[in-house]
């Protein structure tokens, strides 16, 4: 007997330790798997999530023309050749003509797609719809690649922040059914910027296992958190402005406050933060901790959680850490209203150095506000059902 399951596809780069990988294997935790069929493409299939997927899940295999794009030009061509992969060839041409120019690097990774459509295959599989979770390739490649009857794509962050350029997004947006983002802030942004597309642009919020976050917060770890300890979970990117992290602890050391401030997270600016960590002589206070597959036990056990960022959609970590009930400091990004309000359920701070140890400081002077901040958290409720009746309205509908 034929499955009467509507057949859904995900899309994602990767299974890494991030916010979006996170709030995927979640979602795909606490799925409907008596209503849906579900596969799941990365571009490569890796990271530390991989182990988390539920046993429902298909993982598809991995398109085999994306290491080429890793590689110099040089090896890709070899190797090409070798393959009989002339397309591999041009599209590596292609690209390195197209952006050779181009410096801004959120659309050289948008004029990326342009070269890898010309070799990447068709996907062969039919589906009900396709769900790409992440800006950028995975919602290039849900338009261009997959057959579906319906396309919904995901931007997780403040897309006036990202850098990218709309024009370039604008005859793939225009083709989904649907566009969703993480914040009522976000999707503002996206109204403004595309309210004209024949699409509808919505909010859907992460959904969170929490008891699973509550037995995983409990696992031993081997850092020391005695005494004033903050923790802060992100993409070694600029975004996370772990460099006004890194300054400001510099300033509360010097200010003689004893503190050790542990950074979860792996990225490109790890020998920048270092060096910056180094040549203040910090390096027994501001550790570069890297990726950690289970980053609770270091949120629970953490006097604060420090949201150092310049820009973001709705920060999975800061959830995370309110679920927790941890006192939250957060700079004053432009969309960090849509989880926090200062003095209710965290501590906003200008976005700057100066502010944020002044803030630091404050949180570790003054109880009370802890106290206040830790009982408000206590009665708030996260609403999964909710979220996951607006997808499954969109699937349905």
């Given at each position: 007997?034929?499955?009467?399951?509507?057949?859904?596809?995900?899309?994602?780069?990767?299974?890494?330790?991030?916010?979006?990988?996170?709030?995927?294997?979640?979602?795909?935790?606490?799925?409907?798997?008596?209503?849906?069929?579900?596969?799941?493409?990365?571009?490569?299939?890796?990271?530390?999530?991989?182990?988390?997927?539920?046993?429902?899940?298909?993982?598809?295999?991995?398109?085999?023309?994306?290491?080429?794009?890793?590689?110099?030009?040089?090896?890709?061509?070899?190797k090409s050749l070798t393959g009989f992969r002339l397309d591999i060839i041009l599209a590596r041409l292609v690209y390195f003509f197209y952006v050779k120019n181009e410096s801004v690097p959120t659309i050289k990774d948008q004029k990326l797609w342009r070269a890898l459509r010309i070799c990447l295959p068709k996907l062969p599989q039919k589906y009900d719809v396709a769900i790409s979770y992440l800006e950028n390739i995975p919602n290039c490649y849900n338009v261009d690649k997959v057959s579906a009857t319906k396309k919904i794509a995901f931007i997780r962050n403040d897309y006036a922040k990202l850098g990218m350029d709309p024009a370039l997004d604008r005859p793939y947006f225009k083709q989904l059914t649907a566009l969703l983002t993480v914040s009522q802030s976000c999707e503002a942004i996206l109204h403004k910027l595309f309210s004209d597309l024949p699409i509808q642009i919505g909010t859907m919020q992460s959904v969170f296992s929490l008891d699973t976050i509550k037995v995983m917060a409990e696992e031993p770890i081997q850092e020391d958190f005695s005494g004033i300890t903050i923790v802060s979970v992100g993409r070694l990117y600029p975004q996370k402005g772990f460099d006004l992290a890194i300054a400001a602890c510099s300033i509360l050391v010097q200010k003689g406050y004893a503190i050790k401030w542990y950074v979860l997270g792996e990225g490109n600016l790890r020998n920048e933060l270092q060096q910056q960590i180094n040549r203040l002589h910090i390096t027994e206070n501001f550790f570069l901790l890297g990726q950690k597959e289970n980053p609770y036990p270091y949120l629970q056990k953490a006097t604060l959680y420090a949201q150092t960022s310049r820009f973001e959609g709705k920060s999975r970590a800061s959830e995370e850490a309110k679920i927790l009930q941890k006192i939250i400091l957060a700079t004053n990004f432009p969309t960090v209203s849509d989880q926090l309000t200062h003095l209710e359920n965290g501590y906003i701070v200008d976005l700057n150095a100066e502010a944020i140890a002044e803030g630091i400081i404050q949180l570790i002077e003054n109880n009370k506000i802890g106290e206040q901040l830790r009982q408000n958290l206590s009665t708030s409720q996260i609403n999964n059902e909710q979220e996951l009746k607006i997808l499954y309205d969109l699937i349905e509908k």
């Amino acid at each position: 007997m034929l499955s009467s399951k509507k057949k859904i596809l995900f899309i994602i780069n990767n299974l890494h330790c991030g916010g979006a990988e996170n709030a995927l294997v979640s979602l795909l935790q606490v799925f409907d798997y008596e209503r849906y069929d579900v596969d799941l493409l990365l571009m490569k299939n890796e990271g530390v999530f991989l182990k988390k997927l539920p046993n429902q899940v298909h993982l598809l295999p991995a398109p085999k023309e994306i290491p080429y794009f890793d590689m110099s030009i040089k090896a890709a061509v070899l190797k090409s050749l070798t393959g009989f992969r002339l397309d591999i060839i041009l599209a590596r041409l292609v690209y390195f003509f197209y952006v050779k120019n181009e410096s801004v690097p959120t659309i050289k990774d948008q004029k990326l797609w342009r070269a890898l459509r010309i070799c990447l295959p068709k996907l062969p599989q039919k589906y009900d719809v396709a769900i790409s979770y992440l800006e950028n390739i995975p919602n290039c490649y849900n338009v261009d690649k997959v057959s579906a009857t319906k396309k919904i794509a995901f931007i997780r962050n403040d897309y006036a922040k990202l850098g990218m350029d709309p024009a370039l997004d604008r005859p793939y947006f225009k083709q989904l059914t649907a566009l969703l983002t993480v914040s009522q802030s976000c999707e503002a942004i996206l109204h403004k910027l595309f309210s004209d597309l024949p699409i509808q642009i919505g909010t859907m919020q992460s959904v969170f296992s929490l008891d699973t976050i509550k037995v995983m917060a409990e696992e031993p770890i081997q850092e020391d958190f005695s005494g004033i300890t903050i923790v802060s979970v992100g993409r070694l990117y600029p975004q996370k402005g772990f460099d006004l992290a890194i300054a400001a602890c510099s300033i509360l050391v010097q200010k003689g406050y004893a503190i050790k401030w542990y950074v979860l997270g792996e990225g490109n600016l790890r020998n920048e933060l270092q060096q910056q960590i180094n040549r203040l002589h910090i390096t027994e206070n501001f550790f570069l901790l890297g990726q950690k597959e289970n980053p609770y036990p270091y949120l629970q056990k953490a006097t604060l959680y420090a949201q150092t960022s310049r820009f973001e959609g709705k920060s999975r970590a800061s959830e995370e850490a309110k679920i927790l009930q941890k006192i939250i400091l957060a700079t004053n990004f432009p969309t960090v209203s849509d989880q926090l309000t200062h003095l209710e359920n965290g501590y906003i701070v200008d976005l700057n150095a100066e502010a944020i140890a002044e803030g630091i400081i404050q949180l570790i002077e003054n109880n009370k506000i802890g106290e206040q901040l830790r009982q408000n958290l206590s009665t708030s409720q996260i609403n999964n059902e909710q979220e996951l009746k607006i997808l499954y309205d969109l699937i349905e509908k």
